[in-house]
């Protein structure tokens, strides 16, 4: 693969540890109280977006798993760090602990939930490339993030914080969320717009999954 790739999905793994870094913080936008992650975890979807349409479902399964297996290795580092005794002059055990540690049900509804949205949002996007013949690509992108951001953040709120919020809420929780996500990637549409023209220009390569196994396992 070409560097240009390489930094595609090097970005793409950037954006996915830096918004489970930052995602215990709650911000508040126009009333809305959603995790600071927002500010860049629908970039992720931007470029997935990119890989899906210039390199195709493949390329982007191979970085979708990328991306969880080093989630997967900064999830055990910040462990085991939290679990090693600490030095007798620090004091912030207590900070780390509430920042980067994460209850094991948090955990699982994030990884569940990335998986889903991401295989999601790439077979949309693949099969709509399909079936509009490569036209209306901000059509395409909007609505693969409309379909995977929903599967994405439904699939979280709930499985992070069913029974522990009342079901309005929660329902609550998932519409603001998802909205915020959408309108984020609606916005970003001229950048994937300069993104995809650049890269099908510079690469020489514009993918269509005629024949693509979409079976999300196959690495």
């Given at each position: ?110 990884f569940l939930a990335y998986l889903a949205g991401e295989f999601t949002n790439a077979f949309v996007l693949a099969k709509l490339k399909i079936a509009t013949s490569g036209r209306w690509l901000w059509m395409r992108t909007v609505g693969s993030t409309l379909v995977g951001q929903a599967l994405d953040t439904a699939v979280f709120v709930t499985l992070a914080f069913a029974g522990t919020v009342p079901g309005g809420v ?50």
């Amino acid at each position: 693969m070409s560097w240009r790739f390489i930094t595609c999905a090097a970005l793409f793994v950037t954006c996915l540890l830096t918004a489970n870094t930052i995602a215990t913080k709650l911000i508040t936008v126009g009333g809305a109280v959603l995790p600071a992650a927002i500010v860049i975890f629908p970039l992720s979807y931007v470029l997935g977006d990119v890989l899906t349409e210039v390199w195709g479902y493949g390329a982007a399964r191979r970085v979708i798993w990328l991306g969880f297996a080093c989630n997967a290795v900064m999830v055990a580092a910040i462990w085991v760090g939290g679990e090693l005794p600490a030095a007798p002059f620090w004091k912030g055990q207590g900070a780390y602990q509430e920042i980067l540690g994460q209850t094991p049900r948090i955990l699982a509804a994030s990884f569940l939930a990335y998986l889903a949205g991401e295989f999601t949002n790439a077979f949309v996007l693949a099969k709509l490339k399909i079936a509009t013949s490569g036209r209306w690509l901000w059509m395409r992108t909007v609505g693969s993030t409309l379909v995977g951001q929903a599967l994405d953040t439904a699939v979280f709120v709930t499985l992070a914080f069913a029974g522990t919020v009342p079901g309005g809420v929660l329902m609550g929780i998932i519409v603001a969320q998802w909205a915020a996500k959408v309108v984020y990637e609606a916005a970003a549409t001229p950048l994937t717009y300069a993104a995809v023209g650049y890269l099908k220009s510079s690469e020489r390569v514009d993918t269509y999954d005629y024949e693509t196994d979409f079976n999300p396992i196959r690495l």
